[in-house]
Structure formats: C-alpha cells, structure tokens
C-alpha cells in the first residue's frame, strides 16, 4: 500500500464554467438524530468507517467497514468477516448469481457464496491488494478496482489494466459499464473510459477531470461524475457543473433524486487539503464539514436546482443506499447511519 505523506494544495479555478448554485434548503436541524431504530436498540453495528453500503436480494443490508463487513437482517447486524480477516473493508457487491464479494484494504478479495469463504490476492493474478470498488459488468464479469490497477475476472481469471494497457492512472476509485458498453474509470490521477480497444482521458474543453471518486449514468443516460472537481452532469454534448465542492459519492434514487455526500468548505474557498490515512480515500478538511444532499429530480434541468442538506452530527459521507423500504443508508466515518425523511437514525456500535 501506498505511503501518502504529501500536502494536497487544491484551488478550484474552473473558469471554463460558470456552476449552477442550487436553492439550498436545510432539511434537518444538528441535533436531529436518535441512537438505534425501530426495534433496533442493542443492534451492533460497524463503529469505523463505512465506505460501503448494498442490500441484496433478500432485503439483506451488507456494509463493508473498517471493523468488519456487517448484514443487518432488519433487527440485528453480524459481523460476517470478524473470524476470518481482521483487514479493513472497503467495498462490498453481490453478484447475478448470489454471491457476496468483499473488497479489503491489504487483503485482497473476499468471495463468500452463503456458507465459506475464498481469498484472491495478487498471488492469484489480482492486480493490487487495496481493492477500493467491485463492479460487475453486463457479460457477469467481476471487476476490482485497486491501488495496482484494474482486473476484471471471469470466474477462471484475472485479466488486468494498468498505464501500460493505456488506463491513466493505476489508483482506482470506481469502475462503472454505461448504456453504450464504455467502462468508465475514476482514478487518482484522470477520469477514462474504455470502449474495448483503447482508453480515453475524459475531458472539458481540454481539461481533464482529476481524482473523480464516483460516476453514476442515470436513468436518463447522463454521466454524473463527482470528486476534486466537484459535481458535473455530462448529456453527452453539454456540461452542467451543479458544485464546486469535493464530492465523494453519487446515487440516483428510484424518483430520479440525485444524492450525494460533500464537503463543505463553511462558505469560504478550497484552499489546502490533507490526505487522512485513517480514512485512506478520503480528503478531509480541518475547516470543512460533510453533507448528505438530495438534488430534486424536478428542478435538475433549472438554472437554480433545488438542493436539500441533510446535515447529520459528524464527519466525512461515504456510500449512500435507498433501501427497498425507501430509507437512505449513507455510511460516516463512525459507522452507519439511515434516513427516515425525518429523522437520522445511529446503528453505531458505541466504543467503551
């Protein structure tokens, strides 16, 4: 794993668009948040960070944590992983057929099919060990993004992407497959797509995207990428730059909602920022705070989108789930946390 020990100076001049700043309303006031849910009080959840959030085709809630890889069955959370690996997780997927995969940092991949457990490192052909994002593709391949490159594995396997196959920069973030069959990669470095024969640095009137931690395309088909250089809405011909604050995750909702998870800079300009080892793909901000916001469907296409701010009581978002029930689940730097509409609730595992 990589050292990162370096000061990250970002001045966010892009003078090449003029962003679209919402009507920003605040749905929740700080204090706003109650421990446990429902029938859920003693329910043992994560208490590091949560970088991951799925649920599966039971209903299962699966979130991949730094203290483990939990299931909530709808009253009690499991820890499935604390007698197999003490690594910290990152990214969690099940597949077409089931399966579970979990993504660690250090350890490699995790593949549980329900009753044991298989480790894939890079002795068995993975392209790194810190495996940051789990994708499956139209064709049911398994894609792992992580600190080495990109490796897409077809269940016998694993055939991988780096700068020498032309992908721009070996740090993954996110892989995604759009509509068209494009792979598109969210790296340290450049934001690119691969049409299967070649990657391509995705750009604005020359400029690159840089260190892009998610992509979404919704059901529209527009490309959504968030990270260093805010929030950006790409129909194919025309680029719509919505923030200009780091954004960590996307997630449309079944009503076409627009979720994400920003910093906020406490109304004053990006200036410098510091790589947290202890959040690992994160960047925080000693002046910053963290939002969950809903961009409304309705309002997308105006100058003046409407922008809600949930504001929970802590820091860094990570992943962001609707759950079947219509609640969203967003992972923080404390655990897991779900939003009724009205109110956050805490599954946090209390430390002693």
């Not at 057929?97 to 490699?108: A, E, T």
């Not at 968030?226 to 194919?236: A, I, P, T």
Request: charged fraction near 25%; glycine fraction near 12%; hydrophobic fraction near 30%.
């Amino acid at each position: 794993m990589k050292n990162y020990s370096s000061i990250y100076a970002l001045l966010l001049t892009l003078v090449f668009c003029t962003p679209c700043r919402g009507q920003v309303k605040t749905d929740l006031p700080k204090d706003n948040i109650k421990a446990g849910a429902r029938s859920v009080i003693n329910s043992a959840g994560p208490s590091q960070i949560a970088r991951n959030i799925i649920q599966d085709k039971k209903g299962n809630i699966w979130v991949a944590a730094f203290d483990g890889i939990f299931r909530y069955d709808g009253k009690t959370f499991t820890n499935i992983t604390s007698k197999v690996s003490s690594a910290r997780f990152f990214s969690v997927l099940e597949d077409g057929n089931g399966n579970l995969w979990f993504g660690s940092i250090g350890s490699g991949v995790y593949y549980y099919d329900g009753k044991s457990f298989k480790n894939f490192t890079t002795r068995d052909g993975l392209a790194g060990n810190d495996v940051t994002c789990i994708y499956e593709d139209k064709a049911g391949n398994i894609w792992f993004g992580t600190g080495g490159g990109a490796s897409r594995y077809d269940g016998k396997s694993f055939r991988n992407f780096t700068t020498k196959s032309g992908l721009s920069d070996n740090d993954i973030n996110l892989i995604i497959e759009d509509k068209t069959g494009k792979f598109w990669f969210g790296t340290r470095g450049n934001a690119c797509f691969y049409d299967g024969k070649k990657f391509t640095v995705f750009t604005y009137k020359g400029k690159p995207f840089t260190n892009v931690r998610s992509i979404i395309e919704d059901k529209k088909g527009n490309i959504w990428l968030g990270g260093f250089d805010g929030l950006w809405r790409c129909n194919g011909s025309t680029f719509t730059n919505f923030s200009r604050n780091f954004v960590g995750y996307i997630y449309e909702d079944k009503k076409g909602n627009i979720w994400t998870s920003s910093e906020k800079a406490n109304g004053q300009d990006w200036a410098l920022y510091r790589f947290d080892e202890k959040a690992l793909n994160g960047f925080v901000s000693a002046k910053s705070q963290w939002a969950l916001s809903r961009y409304d469907e309705r309002s997308l296409s105006n100058k003046k989108p409407t922008v809600t701010e949930i504001k929970p009581n802590h820091g860094m978002i990570c992943g962001i789930l609707e759950a079947n029930d219509g609640r969203i689940w967003f992972g923080a730097s404390d655990g897991v946390y779900c939003y009724d509409g009205s109110n956050i609730a805490s599954f946090n595992r209390k430390k002693k």
